[in-house]
């Protein structure tokens, strides 16, 4: 089987709460979506969606992926899409670095090698492991009161965890994990991410403030350092995310105690290959991990749940569905959310199906 033509198509994703908010004033209200399809001489479509969180949150960004794209297609025409070890070292030998670019070629490829096994991805990469996956609830930044009331409402809708936006002032952080944590069962589960947000003097303000309450501390400061700096400072479970790029991180984060549970996005670390990886490493070593990406659509969702899903509970501390927080739908087939959980389709590949006639034209055809 070779590599016969190579397409993309710039999809928006709109907001239901019209705008996401994090750290340091960011916000997005339309999200920048690429799909991604890998055609084949054996007749089977690949499909993959990358969608970075803006462009201020890692070294990444919309119009990127499309650049990447450009430049790393032509490399894989001709290649074998099933051989996914040679067509990462493909990819890395010709463009170094850009992870996130990467990711939507090596998931495309996963696609395919499940639509050509007749096997869904979560079999590909380990086998079902649970039936559903958890989801959590990422609660974006606004006053205390506002986000109080809205994990109240995502309550109702079956979630137990939620992630809280902080990174702001340390105050008004402060005030927020109070509130929140307040309203919440003692069962429920209560992240508070501040996105690199945090100087390490107002993360120990606040890991301080708050030494009290059941509460997750994720990615305090920008640096490894500051971060492991304030996890000596708390007996809070600490979470890393941003800072965990690759499996050179995640091995000396392992090494030196510098976390209890990482983010793994998927795109970060550039597809599912890499993913697989750093999850088994983490699953070898007891580390728990959230397993999301930066954000996405229907198609994105689908491969966060086949990755979840092959994952043991006790080590998947939670997953996400990002389709439930926009308004367009981009495929059909893609996980949906019941009761604060979601899991993966048994039809063959990531299954689903994308909406192309919804698209537009391509921005990008490379044969």
């Not at 403030?209 to 809070?236: F, G, H, K, N």
């Amino acid at each position: 089987m070779k590599i016969t033509a190579i397409t993309a198509w710039q999809v928006d994703l709109p907001l239901k709460e019209g705008r996401y908010s994090w750290s340091n004033g960011n916000f997005v209200e339309v999200f920048d979506a690429t799909v991604v399809a890998i055609e084949t001489d054996a007749g089977i479509t690949g499909y993959a969606e990358c969608c970075p969180l803006g462009s201020a949150y890692l070294p990444s960004y919309a119009r990127g992926v499309r650049s990447g794209l450009e430049e790393l297609a032509p490399k894989l025409i001709g290649q074998d899409p099933t051989n996914l070890g040679e067509i990462n070292r493909v990819m890395d030998a010709a463009l170094r670095g850009h992870p996130y670019i990467k990711a939507p070629l090596d998931i495309a490829c996963w696609d395919i090698l499940g639509k050509q096994a007749g096997m869904p991805v979560y079999k590909l990469l380990g086998g079902a492991a649970q039936e559903k996956v958890a989801l959590y609830r990422a609660i974006s930044q606004e006053e205390p009161e506002k986000m109080a009331g809205k994990i109240a409402g995502y309550s109702a809708e079956g979630y137990t965890k939620f992630q809280l936006k902080v990174g702001g002032n340390a105050d008004d952080d402060i005030a927020r994990i109070r509130a929140c944590r307040e309203i919440l069962k003692p069962s429920d589960i209560l992240v508070a991410d501040a996105n690199t947000g945090w100087t390490r003097a107002e993360a120990a303000r606040v890991v301080a403030a708050v030494s009290d309450l059941d509460v997750y501390i994720e990615q305090p400061c920008p640096t490894y350092e500051e971060c492991v700096s304030i996890r000596r400072r708390t007996a809070r479970p600490f979470v890393l995310d941003e800072v965990i790029t690759g499996p050179a991180d995640l091995v000396r984060g392992l090494s030196e105690d510098a976390m209890d549970i990482i983010n793994l996005k998927i795109s970060k670390v550039g597809g599912l290959t890499k993913a697989r990886l750093m999850r088994d490493l983490c699953v070898a070593s007891g580390i728990p991990m959230t397993i999301e990406d930066t954000w996405g659509g229907d198609i994105v969702t689908a491969t966060i749940a086949h990755l979840a899903r092959s994952t043991p509970e006790e080590f998947c501390f939670s997953a996400t569905d990002f389709n439930s927080y926009g308004t367009r739908e981009i495929a059909t087939g893609a996980p949906k959310r019941v009761d604060g959980f979601m899991t993966a389709s048994d039809a063959p590949g990531l299954g689903v199906v994308p909406l192309i006639d919804t698209f537009g034209a391509p921005v990008l055809h490379i044969t």
